[in-house]
T-cell receptor
Framework: DVKVTQSSRYLVKRTGEKVFLECVQDMDHENMFWYRQDPGLGLRLIYFSYDVKMKEKGDIPEGYSVSREKKERFSLILESASTNQTSMYLC?????????????FGPGTRLTVT | AQSVTQPDIHITVSEGASLELRCNYSYGATPYLFWYVQSPGQGLQLLLKYFSGDTLVQGIKGFEAEFKRSQSSFNLRKPSVHWSDAAEYFCAADRDDKIIFGKGTRLHILP
């Protein structure tokens, strides 16, 4: 079974702090994704990556950056957290680029910025 | 623009009743189609997927979905729901390397 793990289930940070959300997958997947999920808005793609050191902007990249130094790990960074970044963050991975494989999701990190 | 629409934000059914969750997509060509389920406090889990071939797709947990090209729909069904099916359900479509999720339908089960 594919396993996608996220470093924290719940996180509380203060406005202006730098926040790191870590995601690790154990199935050698090429693709990794970061979404945020808000009530009534569904899942919105923040960033994705098809390979190590490669990243692409999704639909809402503003205020976020990412890092993929190793194939199994994809980090989401909030350079200066703001209250409007309070949300559920979901990481996902899928097998390969340019093929329609399903995504496997982690359990999510609920981030609160105060 | 490409889109996935789930017209129902909330649906309530009685335990043991049948269920149908609606999903419509708008794409130039037929995309790959998925249904995911999210239990409270959890990530999303794949229920089933449609790539091609038989338009009736069987998934896990007793769910099935039917692809109808003429209606641009991919509705999810279950003949008899259980209290454990209470969750949020997401339809998704993937074409040209970009997956789009619907906004979700929250399913409530009455005892």
């Amino acid at each position: 079974d594919v396993k996608v793990t996220q470093s924290s289930r719940y996180l509380v940070k203060r406005t202006g702090e730098k926040v790191f959300l870590e995601c690790v997958q154990d199935m050698d997947h090429e693709n990794m994704f970061w979404y945020r999920q808000d009530p009534g808005l569904g899942l919105r793609l923040i960033y994705f990556s098809y390979d190590v050191k490669m990243k692409e902007k999704g639909d809402i990249p503003e205020g976020y950056s990412v890092s993929r130094e190793k194939k199994e790990r994809f980090s989401l960074i909030l350079e200066s957290a703001s209250t409007n970044q309070t949300s559920m963050y979901l990481c996902a991975s899928s097998l390969a680029h340019r093929t329609a494989y399903e995504q496997y999701f982690g359990p999510g990190t609920r981030l609160t910025v105060t | 623009a490409q889109s996935v629409t789930q017209p129902d934000i909330h649906i309530t059914v009685s335990e043991g009743a049948s269920l149908e969750l609606r999903c419509n997509y708008s794409y130039g060509a037929t995309p790959y189609l998925f249904w995911y389920v999210q239990s409270p406090g959890q990530g999303l889990q794949l229920l089933l997927k449609y790539f091609s071939g038989d338009t009736l797709v069987q998934g896990i947990k007793g769910f099935e979905a039917e692809f109808k090209r003429s209606q641009s729909s991919f509705n999810l069904r279950k003949p008899s729901v259980h209290w454990s099916d209470a969750a949020e359900y997401f339809c998704a479509a993937d074409r040209d390397d970009k997956i789009i999720f619907g906004k979700g339908t929250r399913l409530h089960i009455l005892p």
